[in-house]
């Protein structure tokens, strides 16, 4: 009965490389996000989807692109990975006006 | 844009006793939202504790209660009888309609 739930847990890459998180919340929530956390713990926005439309698109590389096919199901697609790209990504979900809930994040390493 | 600051990068408590950890935010919306979040060692971010805006009452949730001061725009959240298992990050966030924003977080050592 998993709330919000990432794959992979761990992706370790080459650099160059494309590579997908997936997300999937099964709160019937209509909010999602992806945020990224970096080697100092601070959490950064990334992309924000409302009902599959995107609200929130921070200052982040053209080569990360967000895709919602559904409410439930947010993925990250990374093309040309870069070693800075290195860090934990979390998803997570809400509604409106709630705290959100996260998932259990996704440890990407760059090589 | 909304920004929140977390002034202490470290606290360190001794178990059993109270700690407080600071937060401050900018913003001229009227209409918002503030939680603190909890990040142990699993990653896992876990929510602690929300407080509605236009509510004066400070939320509590057993051991944890904050301290809304909405004129100085400050959340700050207390800690009583402080666990082992309290030892983690801890974000302050910020949500409007369309916007959530982090703190840079706060890292609690809890002695035994």
């Known amino acids: 009965d998993t709330a919000v739930s990432q794959t992979p847990k761990y992706l370790v890459t080459q650099m160059g490389n494309d590579k997908s998180i997936k997300c999937e919340q099964n709160?019937?929530?209509?909010?999602m996000y992806w945020y990224k956390q970096d080697s100092k713990k601070f959490l950064k926005i990334m992309f924000s989807?409302?009902?599959?439309?995107?609200?929130i698109n921070e200052t982040v590389p053209n080569r990360f692109s967000p895709k919602s096919p559904d409410k439930a199901h947010l993925n990250l697609h990374i093309n040309s990975l870069e070693l800075g790209d290195s860090a934990v990504y979390f998803c997570?979900?809400?509604?409106?006006?709630?705290?959100?809930?996260f998932g259990p994040g996704t440890r990407l390493t760059v090589l | 844009a909304q920004t929140v600051t977390q002034s202490q990068p470290e606290m360190s408590v001794q178990e059993a006793e109270t700690v407080t950890l600071s937060c401050t935010y900018d913003?001229?919306?009227?209409?918002?939202?503030l939680f603190w979040y909890k990040q142990p060692p699993s990653r896992q971010m876990i929510l602690v504790i929300r407080?509605?805006?236009?509510?004066?009452q400070n939320a509590t949730e057993n051991r944890f209660s904050v301290n809304f001061q909405k004129a100085a725009k400050s959340f700050s959240l207390k800690i009583s009888d402080s666990q082992l298992g309290d030892a983690a990050m801890y974000f302050c966030?910020?949500?409007?309609?369309?916007?959530?924003?982090f703190g840079a977080g706060t890292r609690l050592t809890v002695k035994p």
């Open positions: 709160l019937g929530h209509d909010t």
């Open positions: 407080q509605e805006a236009y509510k004066q």
């Open positions: 989807y409302n009902n599959k439309e995107l609200i």
């Open positions: 913003t001229s919306e009227s209409d918002y939202y």
């Open positions: 966030a910020y949500r409007s309609v369309n916007d959530m924003r």
């Open positions: 997570a979900s809400s509604l409106r006006t709630s705290g959100k809930f």
